[in-house]
C-alpha cells in the first residue's frame, strides 16, 4: 500500500511537470530516451507515456487555431480546460490590465475552444463577460458565482430567462429592436457553470465610456436624437408590462444606426435586464441608488413606471453636463432643477459649456431642461409620462431640424451674393 502510494505521489509530480511542457519541450524529452530500454510499467515508461499523451494535446490545441466553428469544438471536446488556458492562441486569453474576478476569468479562451473567432476583450460586469469576435459580433459569457464560497449565485440561468424575456417582447414588435439591445441565447455547457449568448457590438460601448468622448457635446440636435432613443426603448418596456428599475449609463449602450444617405448616426439602446420585473408585480428591487427616485421604494403601479422615468431624467442632466465619469449626485441636480427656473438652471450649470450656441438654440436647450424637470419630480404622481415625454422631445427634433434648415439657407444665401458680387468685381476689371 505504502508503495503505490509512493508511486501515486511520483506519478502526480511527473504530470505536474509535464503539464508544463511545450510541444519542443516533449519532442526533446522524446528523442533523447527513444533508444534508452525502458522496463514496461516501470516510473519511466509512465513518463514517457504521459509526455507523449500530453505532446498529443498540444498538437491538437496548435491544430485548432487553423480551425473554427464546429470543427474546432469537436477537436477540442477532450482536452483538459487547464492545459487550454496555457496554450490557446493569446489573444483570447484574459488581458493582464484588467481585473477579473475569478469566477469571470478564461471565458475568451472558453469561446475560442467552442469556436469562435475571438478578437478582443470588451468589458466584463458582475454576471457575465463580453468579447469582440471578428466577424463584428459580440460573445457575452454569463459566469455563476458563489458567494462566501457556497451560496450560489446562478447568473447564468438568470441572463437566459433575460434573454427571453426580451426576445419575446422583440418578437410581439420587431421595431423594439431599435432602442432595446437583445441577446441570443446560443448555449449552455454542463456543469461548468456558464451559459453563452450572441449579442450585438455596440461600437461605443456604455453611455458612461461614451460620455468621455466629448464630441457630441455642444451638438443639441445629436443630444435630443439619444434622448428620443432612450424615451423610446424605456417605453417599448413599459408597453410589454415590465419596468427596468436600474435605468444608468452602464445600462445604455451606444451604438451606430445607418442612415439611407450611407451615413450614420450615434444610436442609443436600453440594456442589462436583470432587474426588470413586471410592472403590476409592484416588489421592492434594489439596484443601483445613483439615480433612484426619491421614492423608489414605494410599490404602487404609478410609482414602478416612475422610477424609470425619473433615472432617464438624471441620465440628460449628464448629457448635457461636462461630467466625463457620472460622478456628480445627478439627484442633487435633479433637485435643483426642479426648484428653479430652467432658464437659471441653465445659466449656472450649462452657460459656459454653450456659450457659442445661437438664441433659438438656447430656447430649446431650455425647453428641454423643462422636459427634465417634470421627468425628476420628487413624486411620481407630478412626473410626465413617458407618451408626453415622447411628444415634447419629437417638437424640440423638429424645432432644431427647422434651425438648422433655416441656417443653411440663410448660408446659402449667403455664398450666392458673395459670388455675385466676387463676379461683378471681376467684370469691373
Given at each position: 500500500?505504502?508503495?503505490?502510494?509512493?508511486?501515486?505521489?511520483?506519478?502526480?509530480?511527473?504530470?505536474?511537470?509535464?503539464?508544463?511542457?511545450?510541444?519542443?519541450?516533449?519532442?526533446?524529452?522524446?528523442?533523447?530516451?527513444?533508444?534508452?530500454?525502458?522496463?514496461?510499467?516501470?516510473?519511466?515508461?509512465?513518463?514517457?507515456?504521459?509526455?507523449?499523451?500530453?505532446?498529443?494535446?498540444?498538437?491538437?490545441?496548435?491544430?485548432?487555431?487553423?480551425?473554427?466553428?464546429?470543427?474546432?469544438?469537436?477537436?477540442?471536446?477532450?482536452?483538459?480546460?487547464?492545459?487550454?488556458?496555457?496554450?490557446?492562441?493569446?489573444?483570447?486569453?484574459?488581458?493582464?490590465?484588467?481585473?477579473?474576478?475569478?469566477?469571470?476569468?478564461?471565458?475568451?479562451?472558453?469561446?475560442?475552444?467552442?469556436?469562435?473567432?475571438?478578437?478582443?476583450?470588451?468589458?466584463?460586469?458582475?454576471?457575465?463577460?463580453?468579447?469582440?469576435?471578428?466577424?463584428?459580433?459580440?460573445?457575452?459569457?454569463?459566469?455563476?458565482?458563489?458567494?462566501?464560497?457556497?451560496?450560489?449565485?446562478?447568473?447564468?440561468?438568470?441572463?437566459?430567462?433575460?434573454?427571453?424575456?426580451?426576445?419575446?417582447?422583440?418578437?410581439?414588435?420587431?421595431?423594439?429592436?431599435?432602442?432595446?439591445?437583445?441577446?441570443?441565447?446560443?448555449?449552455?455547457?454542463?456543469?461548468?457553470?456558464?451559459?453563452?449568448?450572441?449579442?450585438?457590438?455596440?461600437?461605443?460601448?456604455?453611455?458612461?465610456?461614451?460620455?468621455?468622448?466629448?464630441?457630441?457635446?455642444?451638438?443639441?440636435?445629436?443630444?435630443?436624437?439619444?434622448?428620443?432613443?432612450?424615451?423610446?426603448?424605456?417605453?417599448?418596456?413599459?408597453?410589454?408590462?415590465?419596468?427596468?428599475?436600474?435605468?444608468?449609463?452602464?445600462?445604455?449602450?451606444?451604438?451606430?444606426?445607418?442612415?439611407?444617405?450611407?451615413?450614420?448616426?450615434?444610436?442609443?439602446?436600453?440594456?442589462?435586464?436583470?432587474?426588470?420585473?413586471?410592472?403590476?408585480?409592484?416588489?421592492?428591487?434594489?439596484?443601483?441608488?445613483?439615480?433612484?427616485?426619491?421614492?423608489?421604494?414605494?410599490?404602487?403601479?404609478?410609482?414602478?413606471?416612475?422610477?424609470d422615468i425619473y433615472s432617464l431624467g438624471c441620465i440628460f442632466i449628464g448629457l448635457l453636463i461636462e461630467d466625463k465619469n457620472f460622478s456628480e449626485n445627478y439627484q442633487n441636480l435633479a433637485k435643483q432643477l426642479t426648484s428653479i427656473k430652467s432658464e437659471n438652471f441653465f445659466n449656472k450649470y450649462l452657460k459656459d459649456i454653450y456659450q457659442n450656441i445661437i438664441e433659438p438654440e438656447k430656447d430649446i436647450l431650455i425647453e428641454f431642461?423643462?422636459?427634465?424637470?417634470?421627468?425628476?419630480?420628487?413624486?411620481?404622481?407630478?412626473?410626465?409620462?413617458?407618451?408626453?415625454?415622447?411628444?415634447?422631445?419629437?417638437?424640440?427634433?423638429?424645432?432644431?431640424?427647422?434651425?438648422?434648415?433655416?441656417?443653411?439657407?440663410?448660408?446659402?444665401?449667403?455664398?450666392?451674393?458673395?459670388?455675385?458680387?466676387?463676379?461683378?468685381?471681376?467684370?469691373?476689371?
Amino acid at each position: 500500500m505504502a508503495k503505490s502510494l509512493k508511486t501515486f505521489a511520483r506519478e502526480s509530480a511527473i504530470k505536474k511537470e509535464v503539464a508544463t511542457w511545450t510541444i519542443k519541450d516533449c519532442n526533446d524529452y522524446l528523442n533523447k530516451h527513444k533508444y534508452d530500454n525502458v522496463k514496461p510499467n516501470s516510473l519511466m515508461a509512465k513518463k514517457l507515456n504521459i509526455v507523449m499523451k500530453h505532446q498529443k494535446i498540444l498538437e491538437k490545441i496548435k491544430l485548432a487555431e487553423q480551425m473554427e466553428g464546429k470543427q474546432r469544438e469537436e477537436l477540442l471536446k477532450d482536452v483538459p480546460f487547464d492545459l487550454l488556458i496555457k496554450n490557446a492562441p493569446k489573444e483570447v486569453r484574459d488581458p493582464e490590465d484588467k481585473k477579473l474576478r475569478n469566477y469571470q476569468k478564461h471565458t475568451g479562451v472558453y469561446l475560442w475552444s467552442l469556436g469562435y473567432d475571438i478578437d478582443k476583450f470588451i468589458g466584463a460586469g458582475c454576471s457575465a463577460v463580453v468579447w469582440k469576435c471578428k466577424d463584428e459580433k459580440a460573445m457575452r459569457v454569463a459566469c455563476d458565482n458563489k458567494l462566501l464560497g457556497f451560496i450560489k449565485i446562478s447568473n447564468s440561468a438568470s441572463e437566459i430567462k433575460d434573454s427571453n424575456k426580451i426576445e419575446a417582447i422583440l418578437q410581439n414588435n420587431p421595431k423594439n429592436s431599435k432602442y432595446l439591445f437583445s441577446t441570443k441565447h446560443i448555449k449552455d455547457v454542463g456543469k461548468s457553470g456558464k451559459a453563452v449568448f450572441e449579442t450585438e457590438l455596440a461600437k461605443h460601448g456604455d453611455l458612461q465610456k461614451f460620455q468621455g468622448d466629448n464630441s457630441y457635446k455642444k451638438n443639441i440636435e445629436r443630444i435630443l436624437q439619444m434622448a428620443s432613443d432612450a424615451l423610446k426603448g424605456l417605453k417599448a418596456l413599459h408597453d410589454s408590462g415590465y419596468s427596468h428599475n436600474d435605468i444608468k449609463p452602464d445600462n445604455i449602450l451606444v451604438g451606430e444606426k445607418p442612415k439611407k444617405d450611407k451615413t450614420s448616426r450615434i444610436n442609443l439602446k436600453i440594456a442589462d435586464f436583470g432587474a426588470m420585473t413586471k410592472i403590476k408585480n409592484t416588489y421592492k428591487i434594489f439596484t443601483n441608488r445613483n439615480f433612484h427616485a426619491p421614492d423608489f421604494y414605494k410599490i404602487s403601479k404609478g410609482a414602478v413606471e416612475g422610477r424609470d422615468i425619473y433615472s432617464l431624467g438624471c441620465i440628460f442632466i449628464g448629457l448635457l453636463i461636462e461630467d466625463k465619469n457620472f460622478s456628480e449626485n445627478y439627484q442633487n441636480l435633479a433637485k435643483q432643477l426642479t426648484s428653479i427656473k430652467s432658464e437659471n438652471f441653465f445659466n449656472k450649470y450649462l452657460k459656459d459649456i454653450y456659450q457659442n450656441i445661437i438664441e433659438p438654440e438656447k430656447d430649446i436647450l431650455i425647453e428641454f431642461l423643462d422636459l427634465i424637470s417634470k421627468m425628476v419630480q420628487s413624486s411620481y404622481s407630478n412626473r410626465i409620462s413617458i407618451d408626453n415625454a415622447i411628444i415634447n422631445i419629437k417638437k424640440l427634433k423638429k424645432d432644431i431640424k427647422d434651425i438648422k434648415e433655416q441656417k443653411q439657407i440663410k448660408q446659402f444665401k449667403s455664398n450666392v451674393i458673395q459670388e455675385l458680387k466676387n463676379n461683378f468685381k471681376n467684370k469691373s476689371k
